[in-house]
């Protein structure tokens, strides 16, 4: 069984610059959440879509964005690249018992911004 | 408020020099627990679900308990490849999120 596929690996970017992160979850999941996790940091909660609708979303900019699809893949769109942005997005999918069932990352987008 | 506390954030074992892990929440109506391991420059992987007060699971040389109030994750004779960053995350009963802790960064010294 194919895992949660994320691309691109690596991403880098300018201040002021729009970034897309792509992810694929596993095969009958239909939730997709984003996570960034700034090094040395730990997980910071950013979107949760599911069944294509916006289920909710971490303290985050209106910059940060995202949508799923009707295959339920997802992307993360961040608007105005700031140095701060700099940090590893993480995507994770789950089933439809949504928060009562284990989540499922994929390896993430480095994310660097110059 | 719901909120998920790992300790000690960092620990240093020699090869074979057993330990525990602590991850102490405040979540109430618990509706699962969950712990993970993160390899530098990975996504976390997934090792367990506990659901109830006295369950405990098992994975080679890693056990994790459940009480009302805290998960033990119990390293037995650890070896350098169990090297990592522990995680565990509980879905929030007020928050509609999964709240995870800042991990436990685990090095066994060979």
């Known amino acids: ?114 | 408020e719901d909120q998920v506390t790992q300790s000690p954030e960092a620990l240093r074992l020699q090869e074979g020099e057993s330990s525990s892990l602590n991850c102490s929440y405040t979540v109430s109506g618990l509706r699962g627990l969950f712990w993970y391991r993160q390899d530098p420059g990975k996504g976390p992987e997934f090792l367990f679900t506990l659901y109830s007060a006295g369950e405990e699971k098992e994975k080679e040389r890693l056990k994790a308990t459940l009480t009302k109030k805290e998960s033990f994750l119990h390293i037995t004779a650890p070896k350098p490849e169990d090297s990592a960053t522990y995680l565990c995350a509980v879905p929030g009963n007020t928050g509609n999120q999964f709240y995870f802790g800042t991990g436990t960064s685990l090095t066994v010294i060979p």
């Open chain 1, 1 to 114: 069984e194919a895992g949660v596929t994320q691309s691109p690996t690596h991403l880098i970017k300018t201040r002021g610059q729009q970034a897309t992160l792509r992810c694929s979850p596993i095969s009958g999941h239909t939730s997709v959440y984003w996570y960034q996790q700034a090094l040395g940091l730990g997980l910071q909660f950013l979107l949760w879509y599911d069944e294509g609708e916006e289920r909710n979303r971490g303290n985050f900019p209106p910059r940060f964005s995202g949508r799923q699809f009707p295959n339920y893949s997802s992307e993360l769109n961040v608007n105005a690249l700031e140095l701060e942005d700099s940090a590893l997005y993480l995507c994770a999918s789950n089933g439809r018992e949504g928060l009562s069932q284990p989540q499922h990352f994929g390896d993430g987008t480095r994310l660097s911004i110059l």
